[in-house]
């Protein structure tokens, strides 16, 4: 029997060398003979022909499979009738599975699996029990094959009720196929090569397994014997150069010793040997694949290609240590002007990326030839750093860009095409809400594919608030998902209204109950049109959704919905890669399902969550030869690289966790040996670190930038740190610890980042010039100092101003002047937009008030204000029309018993006041003026809600408006509400010096068009109450309550927020309050509040 060969190896790329020798040593015969190298991991495989290529300058005909793969082809090579792809893999046992547990639910012992189940009616339940069926016969096959087989003559091994039926489960699955299972596969194959069988030519001169440091036992006694027909060959990564299959950790020495003194036995201490503490602790599925290789009833041959590390360097020294198994084999470096083993304690995870950034910055400046592609950074959770990744590293015009790829995410994380395409599902089964309708459209590519982007995104925000369109698509839709059977706020409500504002023009008139919305003109038309047509596409989805086909026709049926919603003609590059990459997880979903299901039909439902799992599986990380890979802490990837980067090594978060025992067997029986993932995460941990050759960097999230409260690293960094502090000792690590663990300040604009002799200094220009900021003695900015270039002058000698522009500019000068200078477009928070209204707020109680107090003609009842969409139905709807009634009725009786309240609007030419100090014409239209032929009542100003000194002002400027021939002038009065919506009348009386006034107001209101004035009018308003009262809170106070609190404080609107940033309440400085004295307090000087 031939021996199989182990080339140990602590460095991936002697062994490579070493390999290469060989094949030219087997090809040198035959040169057009394929051959083949098993490896490990994909990501293994690249590197390795790319090595090839690089010492050779070509590597073809050369095959690099994984072991199961390489199983499964050697069996087909060797005549057994096998299809393309196993019945046994993950994908397919979960179709399979899928398709038997209903024939099987019903027989005894299935007791658990139909509580499980329940009422599934559309089989989700059951395609996720399959899946996690799926998963645990996969485990099973490779750790547990015994069970396996014991199960196919219907033997039972374990006392466990899940045994029983998961036995039964398993024999359906065996009989269901003329196919081997993963165990069995391997059997077979030998077992015809022990028949006679010739190798297959390819493996004629041998087999090569490259970079495996640990093999599941099944895959393990599988090769060893295949040795005994063909040469074998391990290139086997081992960071040791002794033998370290018995040495154990400081953890289980301690543990062994307190276990023989519990129990009265002598101490054997002397026969355990811990070795390198790190190896020990770190390397336990290295150690037990080390023991297995070289258990006494296998006959191998041990050579090696080990290297020794450079020990001058800190990262050299520890792997140097390891190698020789005696981490005291020399003095630890001090003099690294740089550690190649930093630990950066980050506060958030865009500041690890950040950092990491700066770092590779450094390290191109000072490692000699050191390129993009010579970098790896992995993390255990790759996904949770994409946002930041992209961020920090997609500026592909910054000069200073660092090329880069990702890999091991989600493929709908990749780009949001792909998302949004899941969401399109998602949305056609669900409420069809506005929100998610947008959302959807948002999206560049469907938005181009349905005619809806560029200018037509604003249009549709607008058509759907006007027209109150909340969720649904209509009454029958709601009434399918157990709501009400009304069709308001759904899409066709809405439709129907701008639809018909389209053909009308007309919002007064109301036709075949649709109030509507005129708001429709010219070619915008078309893009209703369209909006209207993507809707009818959802319903159509949703119709198509609900009827069960066969896997083939989803798959068709959803190659349908890709050319339809989007637009696989893009210019953009990412965009067709992502269609692409859409399509082929469609193609293999539905292939894959079909095979086994064939034409039985499934709801869609199952079929989405299969493809939610296909577009969530992580993607393969191609590792690119021009730029920075990034991708997950994956097993056996071991490929060197100059600098290895590790983030989210925080304590929570790695090592991971094992899950849950659930159904799996193995959790509930575990056997000495068994994979932990948490074990595996600590040797991964272990293959990074041998897997560097100039720089270690380990980076986790702190939480706290100045170390209070701060998580904690997770334990391997240390153990790292626990090592290196014993071996510096207590003199010098202290001083080494600074240089080593790095803690981060939480802004990348800190000052401390910019330090010459920083660990990490910032390279980033924009982040430079905010801490020369921070840095420089602060200086409260002039008031709206960033505005004052946008300052405009009067063109005209004098200007003619209309009451109502001053009056506007009154109730909102801020962004009276944002609109006129700088017409930009700031959000307000705004309601839920996929609500219906269920109670008026504030605002919407004030204008439905309003029109309730209008014109007769033009007052609307219940059932209009309802087909509207903005007020509350049934019941609720009817107590706050009667309760808005009732508070009218009161308002109406207060305005009739006051001067002029019984009496129509008297229409009078008002004269032109001239102000030529300030170049201004003051002119306008009197509205208020109430009387009857024989001659005006007074002034009166009514509205339904709380008086404001706007009201105040106009009512004054009206009366100063009213033409000289008036012998008296009338009374002025303005009637709204107060506390508890109690009528209030405030009557204004004669101005002592009223052009004075006049004059100071219309010169704020011109210098409030030129440029930006602290004139905020809630805070003016509080501010001249609190100076007429003269007891309480001081006006400045009152007014930075007015600013600061209540339901609507008004540094909390948008444009004054922008207006006021760096200053806050410091705004209301001596300019505001001169302008609350002129303008405000006079008129409240001369109001006084009665109830009538």
Known sequence: MQAAQFIHGNRLEALADRLIDDLHAQGADDPMRTQCVVVAHPALGRWLQERIADRCGIATNIRFPLPSSFAWGLLRELGGALAPESAFSREAL?????????????????????????????????????????????????????????????????????????????????????EPDRANLMLRALSMLDSGEALPASLAQGVAVFGASHLPPLLLEFFLALAGHAPLRFYQPNPCLDYWGDIVSEREFSQRRKLWERHGRSDASSYLEVGHPLLAAWGSLGREHLKAIHAPELVIHDDDAFELPDASRLLGWVQHGILLLDPTHAQPPEDEARPSIRVHACPTRQREVEVLRDELLSLFETLGGLMPHDIVVMSPQIEDYVPAIKAVFGEDDDALAIPYGIGD????????????????????????????????????????????????????????????????????????????????????FGFNRLLLGYALGDEEAMLSDVVPVANVEGSAAQWLGRLCAFIDVMQRIRKELSQARSAQAWKLWLMECVEGLLDTESTDASERAAVRDLREAIADL?????????????????????????????????????????????????????????????????????????????????????????????????????????????????????????DPPSPVIDELLGFLTAAYGPGRWPQMRKRIVLRHPLQAFAPDCFRTDAPVPSHDRLWLQAAQAVQAPWQQPPAFAEFKELATAVADP??????????????????????????????????????????????????????LLGPLARRPDLHRVQREGRFPLGPAGR??????????????????????????????????????EIGVRLCGSIHH?????????????????????????????????????QATRPSASVLGFGERRAVVCCTLAEFGNEREWIGKLLGWYMRGLRQPVPAFPNCAQAFAEAWVKGKGATPSQAAEDAWLEGDYPEGSDAFNALISRHRGEAVLDAQFEAFAREVYVPLHQLASKVKP
């Open 94 to 178: 979960s179709w399979r599975i899928f398709k038997a547990l209903p024939g099987l639910v019903a027989q005894a012992g299935f007791e658990r699996v139909r509580r499980y189940l329940g009422d599934d009616t559309d089989a989700r339940q059951r395609y996720e029990l399959a899946v996690l069926l799926a998963r645990c016969f996969d485990e099973y096959s490779m750790a547990r094959p015994d069970w396996l087989r014991a199960w196919t003559g219907k033997r039972l091994l374990l006392d466990d009720t899940d045994e029983r039926w998961q036995s039964a489960l398993w024999r359906v699955l065996v009989s269901g196929v003329n």
């Open 409 to 492: 995410v989600a493929l709908r994380a990749l780009h949001p095409l792909i998302d949004a395409f899941a969401r399109v599902l998602a949305l056609a089964e669900g409420r069809m809400a506005v929100s998610e309708v947008l959302g959807i459209l948002a999206e560049p590519s469907i938005a181009r594919r349905q005619g809806l982007h560029g200018e037509a995104q604003d249009w549709l925000r607008s058509w759907i608030g006007e027209s109150a369109i909340r969720w649904g698509l209509d009454d029958a839709f709601r009434a399918e998902l157990g709501a009400a059977a009304l069709d308001e706020n759904t899409w066709r």
């Open 590 to 710: 539905g292939n894959g399902a079909g095979r086994w299901l064939g034409d039985e039909p499934i709801d869609f439902g199952v079929l989405r969550d299969a493809l939610e799992d296909a577009i969530g599986e992580p993607r393969k990380a191609r590792a690119g030869r021009y730029g920075v890979t990034f991708c997950g802490m994956v097993p056996m990837r071991n490929v060197p690289h100059r600098v290895v980067c590790l983030l989210g090594l925080d304590a929570a978060r790695f090592p991971r966790k094992q899950a849950a025992a659930g159904l799996n067997l193995m959790r509930k029986h575990p056997r000495p040996g068994d994979r932990s993932i948490r074990e595996d995460d600590r040797f991964l941990f272990l293959e990074c670190l041998v897997a560097a050759r100039d720089v270690f960097h380990l980076s986790h999230v702190s939480g706290a930038a100045d170390g209070s409260d701060a």
């Open 798 to 851: 004098v200007v003619d101003v209309d009451i109502d522009d001053v009056l506007r500019w009154m109730r909102q000068p801020i962004r009276a002047w944002f609109r006129q200078h700088l017409p930009i477009h700031l959000s307000e928070a705004e309601a839920d937009e996929d609500i219906e209204v269920f109670e008026l707020d504030r605002l919407s109680r004030y204008k439905l008030s309003d029109r």
């Open 879 to 916: 107590n706050i029309w009667d309760t808005l009634d009732e508070e009218l009725a009161t308002l109406g009786q207060a305005i009739a018993d006051l001067p002029g309240g019984k009496d129509p609007a008297l229409e009078v030419e008002a004269r032109v006041l001239d102000f030529p």
């Open 929 to 965: 003026l109430r009387g009857s032929d024989a001659g005006p009542a007074g002034l009166l100003l009514y509205r339904p809600g709380r008086i404001r000194s706007v009201d105040m002002a106009r009512i004054a400027l009206e009366r100063a408006l009213l033409p000289l021939s």
